[in-house]
């Protein structure tokens, strides 16, 4: 399942980008992108950034690389509509 405010925000983000040859379809780029794991931060609810913390800090890493792991695929499951 897709996160559509992420992809309409991308796509949002993609209209402004310079460089982009005429033509593209940004909607397909778009989900391309967030089925990556791209996520673009403003589309995230309250709700998923509050998981986002509540997660990182739940699973008690104790080396602040695990933290950042854990946030970044947190991260990407919510760019793919995952989370």
């Known amino acids: 399942m897709a996160n559509d405010r992420n992809i309409s925000a991308l796509v949002q983000v ?3 980008a310079s460089g982009l040859p005429s033509g593209v379809p940004l ?7 967030a089925a990556s794991g791209v996520l673009y931060p403003a589309a995230l609810t309250d709700d998923q950034a509050v998981k986002l913390g509540a997660d990182a800090v739940g699973s008690i890493p104790t080396e602040p690389a695990e933290v950042a792991l854990c946030v970044r695929e947190n991260l990407e499951k919510v760019a793919r509509g995952e989370g």
């Open 14 to 16: 993609l209209r402004g």
């Open 27 to 33: 909607e397909a780029l778009a989900r391309h992108l």
